[in-house]
């Protein structure tokens, strides 16, 4: 306690003496001493130490440090928390902070404001006291440091501060939080999924956005992080055991857009309708009715309430019927005539029909060329049809179509995907084909890749897709994951038949764009997305 009290002294005395080699930017004492230079040859210079707590710098502060920011260390329970990240020493982006404050009196939710660390020497807020931590003055009343449990499934991971210029926020973070879904502070979006046993809900672990503008250094890593720079934040809601997550991210002006309604600096507004709505990979077969309800026809559905213009559909059929991982299985095979299963004319038609369905005659639909719909095409050129009395006369007559459409390019052989000949002799006039290698963007998105295939021909994954430049929303894995600007969607089925036994982080997830361009990753859990939605006057 002597030793406390006197080091309180000295530094007192030192902020009032103006010490003569300034402040310990470690403890803020002025008791600070020279201590001969360092041995760097060709760059020595002079080295300091702080009397007070032993300290040793060779740029000791010239003015005294700031006191340090008050945090909060508990949370009240809520429903709903917004939760963003901020930098220190940068001013908030006035307009988003606003919008955020609009939007939690709305919601009537809990703002939890994550302090974020990052020393940036070229910043023009603290080139004068970069080793200093303060926050916005705004943020006062809502910084948080700590370690909270939403529920038993997710947690606030306040108390870790990640690198504000990381190129991957949540590189090697999947052990931190155990079996429990994370939430960590920081400015660029960013979402994994992490596999867990399949009796347990998968984990997933998010970054926050921020509310501070962006302030980076102008060296390499800072230049690659600037344009990553999200402004926004996640909106978390809690139901007992559940939890449900959203991003918000907003434009320039600070407003943006969650589900139905608008957010901005001034007002609530209900918001135009979505440009699209990228479904987790479809299987048709084997869908699951608690997905159709939340996605399609429930009076609160994500369809109904959002209202897309288009709707983008990944891996339509499964390809059950006659899938070429099935070959040499006699049970599966006799298990498909048993149930009456075996047509691949019915799997397409069953599918086909269920877009109809749902593409309602002021929407659009595109079917992404996707690698379970290539089953019917790994099908023609695999089996003999003279083995396939069930079949037959679709071979044949797809055999035929496709023989007709072989044609010469620069390239090579070519001809028409027979899914794809058969699908639009079925389809409505709104419900359309992508070909191979055909986009579909909507406001900077691009939404014509599966996911299968990679760059030069490589297996497709999130983060070798994310490098490409091109901001993409796209299937394949059945995995909810934001890596830089590419978007995957989960699935809309329950555990398949190649599954079983594997620890799994899929989930029942679609991506939704809005019409301001921004999206969200939407996960359905037990038939809900969302709590109900607040009835206002």
């Known amino acids: 306690m002597a030793a406390r009290k006197k080091a309180e002294v000295i530094k007192q005395a030192s902020v009032n003496e103006r010490p003569k080699y300034g402040y310990c930017p470690q403890c803020g004492s002025g008791w600070v001493i020279k201590k001969g230079v360092t041995t760097n040859a060709g760059s020595e210079k002079q080295r300091y130490t702080c009397r007070s707590c032993g300290y040793m710098t060779t740029a000791p502060l010239k003015e005294?440090?700031?006191?340090?920011?008050?945090?909060?260390?508990?949370?009240?329970?809520?429903k709903r928390y917004i939760i963003t990240a901020a930098?220190?020493?940068?001013?908030?982006h006035k307009p988003?902070?606003?919008?955020?404050?609009?939007?939690?009196?709305?919601?009537?939710?809990?703002?939890?404001?994550?302090p974020g660390r990052y020393k940036n020497p070229t910043s023009l807020w603290s080139k004068k006291n970069m080793n200093d931590e303060w926050w916005d003055k705004a943020l006062q009343d809502y910084l948080y440091s700590g370690w909270f449990e939403l529920n038993e499934r997710l947690v606030i991971v306040g108390?870790?501060?990640?690198?504000?210029?990381?190129?991957?926020?949540?590189?090697?973070?999947?052990?931190l939080t155990e079996d429990m879904s994370g939430i960590v502070g920081h400015g660029m979006r960013e979402m994994r999924s992490i596999p867990t046993p399949?009796?347990?809900?998968?984990?997933?672990?998010?970054?926050?956005?921020?509310?501070?503008?962006?302030?980076?250094?102008?060296?390499?890593?800072?230049r690659i992080a600037r344009p990553r720079h999200c402004l926004g934040a996640l909106l978390v809601e809690v139901d007992g055991k559940t939890f449900f997550a959203r991003q918000l991210d907003a434009n320039k002006n600070g407003s943006f857009i969650d589900l139905d309604m608008e957010f901005t600096p001034d007002e609530v507004r209900p918001a135009k309708r979505a440009l699209g709505l990228c479904m987790g990979d479809i299987h048709r077969r084997w869908i699951l009715p608690a997905v159709v309800r939340a996605t399609f026809t429930a009076p609160d559905s994500m369809v109904k309430l959002t209202n897309p213009e288009n709707l983008f559909w990944h891996d339509t059929i499964d390809g059950h019927a006659r899938n070429h991982h099935h070959e040499g299985n006699w049970v599966i095979r006799y298990g498909k005539w048993k149930f009456g299963i075996e047509s691949v004319r019915t799997e397409i038609e069953e599918a086909i029909n269920f877009v109809n369905q749902h593409t309602t005659a002021d929407r659009k639909s595109f079917i992404v060329p996707s690698n379970h719909d290539k089953v019917i095409d790994k099908w023609l050129n695999r089996v003999d049809f003279r083995n396939?009395?069930?079949?037959?006369?679709?071979?044949?007559?797809?055999?035929?179509?496709?023989?007709?459409?072989?044609?010469?390019?620069?390239?090579?052989?070519?001809?028409?995907?027979p899914f794809i000949s058969f699908g639009r002799t079925l389809a409505n006039k709104n419900v359309l084909f992508l070909e191979e290698g055909e986009s579909k963007v909507l406001a900077r998105v691009d939404y014509g890749f599966h996911g299968d295939k990679g760059p030069g021909g490589s297996r497709g994954t999130t983060a070798n897709l994310s490098r490409m430049g091109v901001k993409v929303s796209k299937g394949h894995n059945h995995t909810a994951e934001i890596i830089?600007?590419?978007y995957s969607v989960g699935k809309s089925t329950g555990m398949l038949e190649y599954e079983k036994g594997a620890p799994s982080a899929h989930t029942n997830s679609h991506i939704l764009q809005y019409a301001n361009g921004k999206r969200t990753i939407i996960t359905i859990i037990n038939g809900r997305f969302c709590l109900p939605r607040p009835k206002k006057n």
Do not use: F
């Open 64 to 78: 005294p440090p700031k006191p340090a920011t008050p945090m909060r260390h508990t949370l009240p329970r809520a």
């Open 198 to 222: 399949q009796y347990k809900h998968p984990k997933i672990m998010y970054t926050t956005g921020t509310c501070t503008v962006a302030n980076y250094t102008d060296t390499k890593r800072g």
């Open 484 to 486: 830089n600007g590419c």
């Open 96 to 114: 988003t902070w606003a919008t955020l404050l609009q939007c939690a009196k709305y919601y009537d939710a809990e703002i939890v404001v994550i």
């Open 159 to 175: 108390d870790c501060k990640v690198e504000w210029a990381s190129r991957n926020p949540l590189s090697g973070m999947d052990a």
């Open 388 to 417: 396939d009395p069930v079949n037959i006369d679709h071979y044949l007559d797809s055999a035929k179509k496709t023989k007709d459409s072989v044609r010469l390019t620069e390239g090579g052989i070519t001809y028409n995907d």
């Open 87 to 92: 930098q220190n020493a940068t001013p908030i």
